[in-house]
């Protein structure tokens, strides 16, 4: 077998973002365009050689054809080893999960989370270090430089290797070996949570329902709830895997997640819900009839930690990131550990769980996870509630209540407004930029503002620093506004409002949020001058 060394010139759109490069499907297969992005990786984090890589993605439209193009130019750059998931599966956490357990030098990881898939929909790729956590800034930055000045790149000229059969296969010098999707996150899983206790629960006739949105999840949450759990087969909707997720979007919220939101407020509901994304990272959990709003669900968990084997000697701090609510900080402070206030996105957690500092975080954003792993986890999410479950013998609802009884309830919502005109967008932005002075002291009401700022972050770490994280508007009673620019968005831009207030009062823990939140939501929409600058009157998706 040949290595060839072929002649190609850059592509200027290679800069990935805080998930990786992420392009419409017809743009990775344009001849060269992810062998460019492949090789710039790979000359990035110049491998000693014969190192090992693990593979695999989600399994969305040319998940499969990326594959055999990056072993066939692994095996060209000299790695003498790749784990690649059985099938080219492999869900984010797992991934994590496979690069830390083995010790491999990283991991390449496609897919493009819980953007729709199929020939017109997103595909992505990301590198991912020994750590299992996303690569660094430093690394995408230098991964994109090199996409830049790419002349050519490597790759053995050899026939497809199969990926249905576990088992090695030489490709030239180097190993691919096919590994079981599922087997070591599960085991994973199984030392961390009381599987027993579990599976007593759910023979009891206590009723769940996941919904694996034809994305990743499926054969895992087969695999742990069905087969290792014992829960009826049923119990798991949308099990297959489909490279389009049946034309739907695999985003476990409120809005996407219909069909399972129609099923656990309807009729006949089962006692638990909950569904994953795309990649199996992202996770909500949903009582009969019952929402857990992500934020609580993190303060919640942490509260309950030690119900868990995994988590019976305490947590050494907990980190979320701004916008989430400040749920998890009553905990934190109840518990005497400390809790870090990060910027939105993963990256900021790695830091601190590889430097011991925090063991629980989360985003608001349906984001949950621990040191277990380096991404979020949204099956890791679901068990732990699990876990609680069987300890407490509860309903989720009861859990929450009795949850905000003793801590207070961080009444939360966020009102995303999608797809407005960037100048408008930043109008917005600049207008509470230059209201900062006007806006301290001002009363609202009987809400007083006690500081604005445009949120920034010394990494406790490594001492970098990140500006420009989003305004927040902070009142002397607690509440807060913040706004934001989603980073993620692909048309226009997305301008994202969250809100925030603290209610001790039990009495009014059974108000609506959005009932709750009316004052805040029209300070809100009177200080930004969104509707006068964006013609909006409402938002695309409140949650
Ligand atoms: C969104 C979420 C953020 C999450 C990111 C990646 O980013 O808000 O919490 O980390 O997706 O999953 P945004 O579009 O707000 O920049
Ligand atoms: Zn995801």
Redesign the pocket.
């Known amino acids: 077998m040949q290595v060839l060394t072929v002649a190609t010139t850059p592509f200027s759109d290679q800069k990935p973002g805080?998930?990786g490069l992420r392009k419409r499907v017809p743009a990775f297969q344009q001849p060269n365009y992810l062998e460019n992005f492949v090789q710039s990786i790979f000359d990035t984090i110049a491998a000693p050689s014969g190192a090992t890589l693990v593979l695999g993605g989600d399994g969305r439209y040319y998940n499969r054809e990326a594959i055999q193009i990056i072993l066939k130019m692994a095996a060209a750059n000299g790695f003498g080893r790749v784990l690649v998931g059985q099938g080219g599966i492999l869900s984010t956490p797992a991934a994590s999960c496979v690069i830390r357990k083995y010790g491999t030098y990283g991991g390449i990881i496609l897919s493009a989370?819980?953007n729709p898939g199929g020939p017109d929909g997103d595909f992505g790729i990301k590198y991912n270090g020994s750590n299992g956590g996303p690569a660094t800034e430093a690394v995408t930055e230098a991964i994109f430089a090199k996409s830049k000045s790419i002349t050519g790149y490597r790759i053995l000229d050899a026939a497809d290797v199969a990926l249905d059969e576990l088992g090695e296969t030489a490709l030239g010098a180097m190993t691919v070996q096919v590994i079981d999707s599922v087997a070591d996150y599960a085991e994973l899983m199984e030392s961390l949570f009381d599987f027993g206790a579990i599976r007593e629960l759910l023979s009891g006739g206590f009723r769940i329902k996941f919904d694996a949105m034809h994305a990743v999840t499926g054969p895992y949450a087969r695999e742990i709830l069905v087969t290792r759990l014992g829960a009826p087969a049923d119990s798991v909707m949308n099990a297959v895997p489909l490279p389009d997720f049946g034309n739907g979007h695999p985003d476990p919220n409120l809005t996407y997640a219909h069909e399972l939101v129609e099923i656990v407020y309807g009729k006949d509901a089962p006692d638990f819900g909950a569904a994953s994304d795309g990649d199996g990272?992202?996770n909500m959990i949903l009582g009969k009839g019952f929402f857990v709003n992500p934020s609580d669900s993190l303060a919640l968990i942490a509260a309950n930690a030690k119900l868990a084997p995994g988590y019976r000697q305490g947590l050494a701090g907990i980190a979320r990131?701004m916008?989430t609510s400040e749920a998890a900080d009553r905990v934190a402070q109840a518990l005497g550990i400390p809790c870090y206030e990060t910027p939105?996105?993963?990256k900021f957690f790695g830091n601190l769980m590889d430097a011991g500092k925090v063991t629980l975080c989360g985003?608001?954003?349906f984001?949950t996870g621990s040191d277990h792993v380096r991404e979020?986890d949204g099956l890791w999410a679901v068990l732990f509630w699990l876990n609680i479950l069987a300890s407490r013998r509860q309903s989720v609802e009861a859990i929450v209540r009795e949850h905000w009884a003793k801590y207070g309830r961080n009444v939360y919502s966020r009102h995303d407004y999608e797809g407005i005109p960037s100048d408008a967008a930043n109008g917005v932005m600049k207008l509470l930029k230059d209201s900062f002075e006007s806006l301290k002291g001002a009363q609202f009401g009987h809400l007083q503002v006690k500081l604005c700022d445009d949120f920034s972050y010394t990494d406790p770490v490594d001492g970098s620093v990140s500006t420009g994280q989003g305004i927040r508007i902070l009142f002397v009673d607690g509440s807060r506004i913040v706004f934001?620019?989603?980073?993620?968005?692909t048309e226009g831009a997305?301008l994202?409002i969250y809100l925030e207030n603290y209610e001790p009062d039990v009495s009014k823990h059974h108000l609506d949020a959005q009932e709750a939140l009316a004052t805040l939501i029209g300070i809100a929409l009177k200080i930004s001058e969104l509707r006068l600058r964006t013609g909006r009157d409402a938002p695309t998706v409140i949650t």
């Open positions: 805080t998930s989370s819980h990272d992202r990131s916008p939105t996105g993963w985003e608001e954003s984001g979020k934001r620019l989603s980073g993620t968005g997305t994202r």
